[in-house]
């Protein structure tokens, strides 16, 4: 009887061990509009460790300009923006800890490109 008890005992700290594992994650969302509010649908959205500059991960935003980057590790991160009618943008730098479930970097504002505009 007490090797069963041990051994539920052991499954379950397993268990939790598991649990706490995969919440160590953050998810980073964001908007990306101009100048005049209006969203910028389909930009390039890339993730990058700070300060070395490696490639975490690249997106398209939506539609509307809404981007997420679900499960992203602890660390030091920047975004870069692209789109070929607007100028590229880089965030600040910013941190994800355990303590943080959901990272919003709110509504990014790019500016127009005017070389692209007046080619």
């Known amino acids: 009887m007490f090797h069963h008890c041990r051994y ?14 995969a919440q160590n994650s ?5 908007r990306i509009i101009d ?3 209006a969203p910028i649908p389909y930009a390039q959205v890339s993730l990058h460790h700070a300060p070395d500059g ?11 300009g809404n981007f997420t980057f679900p499960k992203t590790s602890n660390g030091n991160y920047y975004v870069h923006i692209k ?33 692209y505009l007046d080619e």
């Open 35 to 37: 100048e005049n509010a």
């Open 83 to 115: 789109n070929m009618t607007h100028q590229d943008l880089l965030t600040p730098h910013f941190t994800l800890s355990e303590h943080i479930n959901k990272h919003d970097l709110g509504k990014i504002m790019l500016q127009q490109n005017n070389a």
């Open 8 to 21: 539920f005992i052991s499954l379950f700290l397993v268990f939790t061990l598991f649990a706490a594992y």
């Open 26 to 30: 953050t998810t980073i969302v964001g």
């Open 54 to 64: 490696r490639v975490s991960k690249i997106i398209v935003a939506d539609s509307i």
